[in-house]
Structures are given as C-alpha cells and as structure tokens.
C-alpha cells in the first residue's frame, strides 16, 4: 500500500467548511394548517406524529409565521430516527441544519480610545475637527451619503435590524443605552455567551456584547452618532437599531438559531435587516437564503455580506447572501487609510504610521538616525556601533533596506530602542504593518523619512509629538475605490447575479465594545454590508415606506450605480460583474435620478441554456424632456477553470466579450413616458473547458447628465458537462488519485491489493472516504454497496434497483473544493465513517465498497445520466464483541 502524501492531514478534524451540518439537526419545515386535521395547531400535530412515529428529538426552535416558515429546527437523539421523521405525514420538507462561519474581519486596527477628558470636553453632540481631518467620510464622499446627510436624510424614523454578534450600546457613539427612546431600540440576545453553534443557546432579553466587537462595529457603520474625536458617524445615524444577537463569545452559529433572529426583525417590522456573515456555500437553494430571500420578497429588504474568500477564485459565492431577492454586498477599499500619526516641532506633518496603538509617548521626543545617508541599503542591518547612546529616550529612525525588518529592530534594541521608526525606500503610496518583538516598530513614508533625517543632518533639534487620540487619513491611490481583493467571486451554481452591488469595506472606521476599545478600524464585506444597509435606510426615507420602495431597492442601488475599473492603472478595463456586481453603490444617484430602469440583472445562463433575447425598460419619471442614448460596456472576462481545476485569483482575463445589438439606440422620453428596449446577446466564443464567465452592463444616458446601467453575466460554456467529482492527482500529484480510500494508518486502500483491509471500526481504526468537488453539486450521496457491485466511473451505469445497503452521507447544496489548502475546505473532504448509517443501523460484518454519486449541474435527480459516481476499492468491517 502506498503511504499517503500529505502528512498528517487526513487525521485532522473536518473544516468549518465540511463540518457545517450539525448531526442529527434537521429542520421541519410542515404543510399549511388548513391540510392537517383540525384537531390541533400544526405544531402540536407535528410533535404527536414523532411521538406515536417512536421518533426522539428535542426542539431546537420553533417558527411559525405563515407564508414564509412554519416549522421547527429539532435534534434527534441519533441517526436511526431519521427515517421516522421523514415518514410523518404533516412534514413538507426535512433539511439539515447547518453551521454558519463566525464572522471574522479580514483585518482589524484598534486605536486608543478617546480620553475621558476629551469625551468631557467635547461630548458626542458636539463636532471637534482635528484641524487636518476632512470634514466628511471619505466613504461617505466615495457614495454620496455625505451629500444626502447635508439635505437632511440621516435615517429617521426607519428601523434596522442587525444580526450580528450583538452590540455594545454603551459606548455613548452608539446611544450610551438600549431600550425605547435609545439608539439600540429594540433587540434580543438569542444565545448567549457561552454558544458555541452546536450547544443550547441561553437566550435572555439582553443583546449587549463586549467581548466580540463584530456587530459593534457594523452598528456603527449603520448607526454611529456624529460628534465624536474622530470625526465619524454612520450612514444613517438617526435610524432606530434593532440588535439580534446570534453568535457567543466564541465560535459558530446554527443556521436556525440565525432564521430565528431574521423572522423576529421581521416580525418587529424592520425596514431593512443586515447580516454580516456567511459560509460558502453558492446554491441559491440553501435553507437560510431561501428564508432572507422570501423575507426581502415581502417586503423588507435584507442586506448580506458577499464573503471573503476572492482569492479562492470563482464559483466561490456566500450563504445566505446567495438567496435570489437578498442584496449581496460586495467590498471596495476606502481611498484612504487611517492610521496613527505623529507631528513635527517643524510643522511637518501630520506623518501616517502603520501601527494598531498610537505610541504611548508623553510629551515630544527626540530622533536618533541611524544613518544619515538616505540611500543605504544595509541601514541597521548589522549590530550599531559601540558609541551608540542609550536609544531608549529616541525615537529610533532607519531606512527599508535589504535585510529583514526584524534584524534590523533586533541591532537598535540592543541599544534599548523601544519606538523604531522605519522610513520606505520607495515612493509608494500605501504603507505595510511590521509585527515586532519586544519593541514597537513601525513604517513611515520615504518622504516623511527622509525629511526628518535631512532635518537633523541640517542642525535643527528636531522632537515628534505623538498624539494618543486622533488618526490620520493616507491616501490610497493604489487600491481606493477597486473591489477588495478578498470580496467573493460568483456567481452562483445556478448562475444567478451575486455579488449585487459594492460598497466601501476596506479599512473602516467605526465603533467597537468600550473594553475593546471604543473605536476600529476593520475590513471585509462585513463593513461593506452595513455600509449598503444604511444607504438603503436613507434611500426608504427620501422615496418614503412603501412596499414599492422596498421592492426597487436593489434594483435602484444596482442601475445606479459606479462602474470599477479592474485596477486604477487602466481604468478602461472594468472588474468582472462577478465580483463587483453592479458596482460601487451611490446613494445620492439612487435617491435622486429621475431616470427608473428596469430590471437591474440581466442573466444570460450557460450556453446550453442561454437567454440571449433580453429587454430593459427605461422610465422618464421626472419633469423635463429627456434624450437618451443606449451603449454596451463589456467588463473583463475570466476564465475560471484549467485542466478541470478551479482557478485562484487573480483569475486571469481573457479578451473575447460578449456581443449585443440594441434596438433603438436613441430616443426621447417626455415625462411620465417609457419606452422598452430590445436586447440580442452573442456569448464571446472561447475554450468552454475554461468555463470564462463573461459580464457587463447595458448603458443608458440622459443629456441631462444621469448615466444607469443593467448588468448582465453569463457563462460560454454547458454547465451539465461541469465535472463534478475529482478524479485526478492534479492536487497531490503522482499516485494520489483522488477519490482515495484510506485506512487509519493514512495509507491507500488500492483496487490492486490482494488483500482486503478490514476494519475493526473502533475510533482509531476506521475508513476515510477522500474526495473533492470540482464543480459544486445540489446533491450528493455516499452509499455502502456490496462488494460485488462494478460501475463505470462516469455513471454510465444505472443507479436504480442496485442494491444500495444504506445511506452513509448527504451533502445538500454543496460548494466546489478549492485548490488552497488554507480554503474554508482543506482543498478537500475527509469523511470518516464509524460504521452507522443514516437510519442509524451498524454495519454488519462483511466486505463492501463505498460509492460516491454527484448531481450534475441542472441535474434531473431522477435521470441516472446526471449522476456522476465513483464506485471505492474492497474494504471489510469486523466489528468484534464491544469493539464499538
């Protein structure tokens, strides 16, 4: 037998990824009340079928508002009551019940919290302008919220639900309290400190969060009071919140305890829900995007992260921000970042350094240069000279150079350096942070740098003064304005639009838990969210509380939105629709175009299904005469897949674009005139192995000045022909054919081995099924099948009537591996089977072989050509006497 490749990687627990079915959780989802007897609520039927059924379960939850989820989330006691709670009569759907991610920043900065004696000074009703700080949000300038707060939008009177990790209320930019009157109006604390995703929650009336921080800072994004140090506040600070606590301390959520919080907003009458959180998942089928998505088609438009995880390529999208009718909010960096800052007894500054905590230095301090030539490459690079003085009292400057930036904060610490300073030898615009050891160490700009040693080599006693409460914005020329590099990549399986719009997420500054801090400065599509979520409250209040508004939200949003480039280096080039969705949300547009086009998505399939006749409406609902103009924008073309393997990012373009031809190209609308425009798409040809998802936007333009547009996204390729199982040795190489049967000792179970391996099924001796997805599946099953059974590796061969001994695995809605190890996934799925099958019966003694089966894409279920399988190699059980 061969050893397997990977060390110890077989033995490992499964990943979030592959762990999000919590076992033996289902949820019930009943028949209407009005097809049950009479006899009793559909509830009570419910749990009077599982009792006579001899089915032993425990509610998890229970739901029940018609026409969107009447039901229980319910554990069983083990897998042999499974097939009983299948068989009840009143029960319309069983699903499992997943495990959603802990929503984690991509990357988190804490300054110091403001001084009691400035927030004594200055309170938060009160605006206090640091005298080189903007007076408005870069972010807010990017979307035009700051233009729309100057016309008195700000929010009020509409309520927003936040499902998060709860909120620290009484930091005083978030209200200072929690109840009728405050800020935080309203919310609950479903779970508890101590949840971990998989325990029983220990719900009280309390949302109050100080120990995460997460959904404090998203509060703030929506929410935050002007007035404060830092000169922030939020989109739309006079909204009323509503905190829904669904996460602990630590660790997951279950995704019913997460519907639970969305159909309370619901129930509380919310205007719009966030949640900043998500796992990849992709299929818009998912039990948690099926219930947002119902939820936003009743009238409460519901705001969800797109994910980080871009760098994993495409196909990659988030659950639940895949339900069709939620908006899907993807991430664009700030176009500045706020870091610390220092100033100079010159005047020069104020100077950007990259560090989380301002430098605890009291009153100015001199320089000690290590080098006064400002081209040294080596600078610090070797132990300092004897002569140095105690550096311990200097702020210690050095120039970037060749060696490593630890080396050289190890030679000035030997001379008691605790604050080191290093100055860029590039002119670059953005800065990088460097994690010291035993002193603080931190990156400054070449210019700033070699100003100061240019300073002193002149003569002048030059001290820094290092403010502990105030941050400095550095322009971000390089990525500012550009999707972030870790907002996901769709769209979805069943190729809907996701992401649907961007907003600002990278580098956000906002409130967090007092004990934390009180203010961060975090990234991800978790800001980006919130950030959407407060537009569209600004958006309610300017159009007013209808059905109609909620309803045209994301439409509005997406059709009005900004265009991004795929890099500020070549603006002609726009980012896939994959990933920037309908781009960078503009609030102002939104609020005040009077062109309406409809609809805001466009979506054109696969080629084997391809919608290529389209139509777009466009709507004069203002009060002048308008001409208009009609044009197709192509945005880059990715190729997503090589050699049937699913590519990282940075996905590479490709310069074939789709076609389309307009009818009409220009017309005028009077007022209260529409008119319906004629689309006919031609998929750009290219390699369909390489499945190159195509997107762009139909671009319609008013001489009065507004400019909207619909997006379109399609896929030259058949997405049935997607492989769905791997089985190459492309990701371990040579010899390690994936799927790969192992025992416990992690060597390969062959289909040449003259002997067959048994298996004792004790904890330490058992078989481990490993295999990946090249394409995500709807469905899959592994099945225990005589060892006798042969199958054709394609699923030539028919499914129905062989003689499938028991169900060992289901995975429903299932996302595609990636090519990272460091994935959500592994890169792959270990399943470790103890012998038990889904009814909870043992196996009995004997041979047998695993086989593996994989709904295509658009897959019929039922016809056997859509299944891809992969039959296992002999392997026997020998459960001895108490051996399990």
């Not at 001084?115 to 200055?122: F, K, W």
């Not at 509503?242 to 129930?267: K, P």
């Not at 299929?283 to 219930?291: D, F, K, L, P």
């Not at 000690?368 to 311990?392: E, G, Q, R």
């Amino acid at each position: 037998m061969m050893g397997v490749k990977v060390i110890l990687v077989l033995s490992l627990a499964l990943s979030a990824a592959a762990l999000r079915a919590i076992p033996n959780a289902y949820f019930v989802e009943l028949e209407p009340s009005s097809e049950l007897t009479p006899r009793a609520t559909s509830h009570s039927s419910l749990y009077s079928d599982l009792d006579a059924a001899g089915v032993k379960y425990t509610v998890r939850t229970e739901y029940n508002i018609p026409d969107l989820f009447v039901g229980a989330a319910i554990d069983l006691a083990d897998a042999s009551h499974y097939a009983g709670l299948i068989s009840v009569g009143s029960v319309k759907r069983v699903k499992p019940v997943h495990l959603i991610p802990r929503p984690e920043p991509v990357s988190v900065m804490i300054p110091d919290a403001p001084s009691p004696e400035l927030i004594a000074r200055d309170g938060f009703d009160g605006r206090w302008y640091p005298p080189y700080l903007p007076d408005t949000e870069s972010t807010h300038v990017m979307t035009g919220v700051n233009k729309l707060h100057a016309e008195g939008l700000t929010g009020r009177g509409i309520k927003i639900g936040i499902i998060d990790t709860g909120t620290d209320y009484t930091n005083p930019w978030l209200g200072g309290c929690f109840g009728p009157g405050c800020k935080v109006a309203l919310g609950w604390d479903l779970v508890g400190d101590a949840y971990n995703g998989t325990n029983t929650p220990m719900p009280d009336p309390d949302p109050l969060d100080q120990c995460a921080g997460h959904g404090s800072h998203v509060a703030g994004i929506i929410g935050a009071n002007p007035g404060n140090v830092y000169n922030i506040s939020g989109v739309a600070y006079d909204a009323t919140l509503a905190s829904y606590r669904v996460f602990g301390c630590a660790d997951d959520a279950g995704e019913d305890v997460i519907i639970h919080a969305m159909l309370m907003a619901y129930d509380a009458h919310c205007d719009v829900i966030n949640l900043s959180l998500g796992g990849v998942q992709g299929w818009t089928s998912s039990y948690a995007g099926v219930i947002a998505s119902k939820l936003a088609d009743k009238g409460m438009v519901v705001v969800i992260s797109a994910g980080n995880d871009g760098q994993y390529g495409a196909w990659y999208a988030s659950d639940p921000a895949d339900g069709q009718s939620v908006v899907a909010a993807a991430s664009v960096d700030n176009v500045v970042t706020p870091l610390q800052n220092f100033t100079l007894s010159d005047g020069y500054g104020p100077v950007p350094y990259y560090q989380a905590v301002a430098y605890a230095i009291d009153g100015p301090m001199k320089f000690y240069v290590t080098s006064f030539n400002t081209s040294n490459t080596t600078d610090a690079c070797n132990p300092l000279p004897d002569d140095t003085p105690d550096l311990s009292n200097y702020v210690t400057l050095v120039r970037r150079g060749t060696c490593a930036f630890l080396t050289k904060a190890a030679n000035v610490e030997a001379k008691g350096a605790k604050y080191i300073l290093v100055y860029d030898n590039l002119d670059e615009s953005s800065l990088i942070g460097i994690t010291g050891q035993n002193q603080t160490i931190a990156m400054i700009s070449q210019a700033a740098g070699v100003h100061i040693v240019n300073t002193i080599a002149s003569g002048v006693n030059l001290t820094a003064t290092f403010p502990q409460n105030t941050l400095a914005n550095l322009p971000n020329p390089s990525t500012g304005g550009l999707i972030s590099t870790y907002s996901s990549i769709g769209p979805t399986y069943d190729m809907f639009f996701k992401p649907a719009v961007a907003a600002p997420g990278g580098n956000i500054f906002s409130t967090y838990p007092v004990n934390l801090g009180t203010f961060a400065v975090l990234s991800g599509t978790s800001m980006s969210s919130p950030f959407v979520t407060g537009s569209v409250a600004l958006l309610i209040q300017a159009k007013g509380r209808s059905p109609a508004t909620a309803a045209h939200a994301r439409e509005l949003l997406e059709t009005t939105s900004k265009l991004v480039p795929a890099s500020n280096n070549n603006t002609s080039v726009l980012q896939t629709a994959a990933q920037q969705g309908a781009g960078l949300i503009s609030a102002y547009n939104a609020v005040h175009y009077t062109t309406l086009l409809t609809p805001g998505e466009l979506l054109l399939n696969d080629t084997a299904n391809f919608k290529g006749e389209q139509s777009i409406k466009v709507s004069n609902a203002g009060f002048v005469k308008q001409v208009y103009s009609v044009s197709h924008v192509p945005a880059a073309t990715v190729l997503t897949y090589n050699n049937s393997l699913a590519i990282d990012s940075p996905l590479p373009f490709s310069q074939a674009a789709a076609s389309v031809h307009i009818t009409p190209t220009t017309f005028t609308l009077f007022p209260g005139e529409a008119l319906d425009i004629s689309l006919k798409f031609t998929p750009p040809k290219s390699d369909d192995d390489t499945y190159p998802v195509y997107s762009g936007f139909i671009v319609v333009k008013s001489h009065v000045g507004e400019e909207l547009h619909s997006s379109y996204i399609g896929v030259a390729g058949s997405l049935s022909a997607a492989h769905i199982i791997d089985n190459t040795d492309t990701y371990w190489g040579p010899g390690y054919t994936f799927p790969l049967l192992t025992d416990a000792n992690e060597n390969n179970i062959n289909y040449t081995d003259l002997k067959t391996e048994y298996f004792t099924m004790t904890p330490d001796d058992q078989p481990t099924l490993n295999f990946r997805f090249l394409f995500g599946t709807v469905i899959a099953y592994v099945d225990l099948v005589s060892a006798s059974l042969n199958l054709q590796r394609r699923g030539k061969s028919s499914f129905r009537g062989l003689p499938l001994l028991g169900n060992i695995l289901e995975l429903d809605d299932y996302p595609r591996s990636s090519s990272a190890t460091d994935a959500p996934d592994n890169g792959y799925y270990p399943f470790q089977w103890n012998g038990t099958c889904a009814n909870g019966s043992y196996a009995a003694n004997g041979e047998y072989k695993m086989l593996l089966r994989a709904l295509k894409v658009t897959g019929d279920p039922s016809n056997d050509a859509d299944w891809e399988a992969w039959l296992s190699p002999i392997f026997g059980v020998n459960i001895t006497t108490g051996s399990l």
